[in-house]
């Protein structure tokens, strides 16, 4: 799908003229750092030197901490006070789920921020993450919303290497997004368009799933851009108390796989269904149109499912995983 401000997407081109004549309200390359805290006392000094040890340094941190029961949210403090010269600010969660946490979080950028980065609390990011991030998002027209999303190195809880994450096979598409997430939380930056798309579409919606898919969904959506880069940017670490985590071994596969027999995939289709329509105005044409078939399509019977979501193209990034597509779908878990 290509990014086209045009008749189908009118508010797209007002954004467009507004990025040209608003006063940017913070320095061109600054980034906003966004992290979601909750209970992450253990690893968020480690995060937090890591963001110390960026090779751009042109970065300002939001933190939300959703009623922790530790002291993370002092630990946070204290690295202030050590760090005098980093603007942070620390706020309130909503105290509904890491997912509107994020949405809590982007509600508190100013419009006219630049760039954002979304962060977990327990990762450790690589020296030049938002420098390689910056430089890709500033090739893009300022009019296009974009958001960009790197690899990252899974490791356990002493950021010992497991293996490398995911690599897609097929490019990010509306298509792919309305059944399956292929844009990490922690490895997303955006642009200002992304972010003031965010922003408007967040204030129609009641609930997301997962704050990644929803950008992911919402982006390609308006026919903007998502950037798959094979830059290594972060150490994932993995642990007990990993709200979202990578899938590791069979076990985890299975279990995976176990949502979608138990219903839970399509309640996550369900809210992410619900939203989009609540944010059809920031939709194109065409992914409006898609949006109404897959809905329509999802209620068919069960032995037309497969054939109509077929028809609709939409797919995940693997062959076993559109096959499963197809299953879960005629089994009434999608």
Request: hydrophobic content about 45%.
């Amino acid at each position: 799908m290509t990014y086209q401000a045009q008749d189908d997407m009118p508010w797209l081109a007002a954004a467009a003229a507004g990025l040209m004549t608003m006063r940017p309200t913070r320095p061109a390359g600054e980034v906003t750092i966004l992290l979601a805290l909750y209970n992450g006392a253990r690893f968020i000094e480690a995060q937090l030197d890591s963001f110390a040890r960026q090779t751009h340094p042109d970065w300002r941190l939001v933190v939300s901490d959703d009623g922790s029961k530790d002291d993370g949210a002092m630990r946070v403090l204290d690295w202030a006070d050590r760090h005098p010269e980093r603007e942070l600010r620390l706020i309130d969660g909503p105290r509904r789920g890491f997912a509107a946490n994020f949405l809590h979080l982007l509600a508190a950028v100013e419009p006219g921020a630049p760039y954002v980065a979304f962060s977990d609390q327990d990762d450790v990011w690589l020296p030049g993450k938002l420098a390689h991030a910056v430089a890709t998002l500033a090739e893009l027209p300022a009019s296009m919303p974009a958001i960009y999303c790197g690899r990252r190195l899974i490791c356990d809880q002493s950021l010992q290497h497991v293996k490398g994450a995911e690599r897609w096979g097929r490019p990010p598409d509306f298509r792919n997004a309305l059944v399956q997430n292929i844009t990490p939380g922690n490895t997303i930056v955006m642009n200002r368009a992304a972010l003031r798309l965010l922003q408007a579409a967040a204030r129609r919606v009641r609930v997301v799933y997962a704050h990644d898919w929803w950008a992911y969904l919402m982006v390609t959506g308006a026919g903007g851009r998502v950037i798959r880069d094979a830059e290594l940017g972060l150490l994932y670490r993995q642990h007990d108390a990993n709200v979202v985590g990578a899938r590791r071994g069979l076990r985890a596969h299975l279990r995976a796989a176990g949502h979608g027999l138990f219903g839970q995939l399509r309640r996550w289709q369900d809210m992410n269904i619900e939203a989009l329509q609540l944010a059809e105005p920031y939709l194109t044409r065409e992914s409006r149109s898609l949006l109404a078939a897959y809905a329509a399509a999802r209620q068919a019977p069960w032995y037309a499912r497969p054939a109509r979501l077929r028809r609709l193209g939409l797919f995940r990034q693997t062959r076993l995983g559109t096959f499963g597509l197809w299953l879960v779908a005629a089994l009434g878990m999608l």
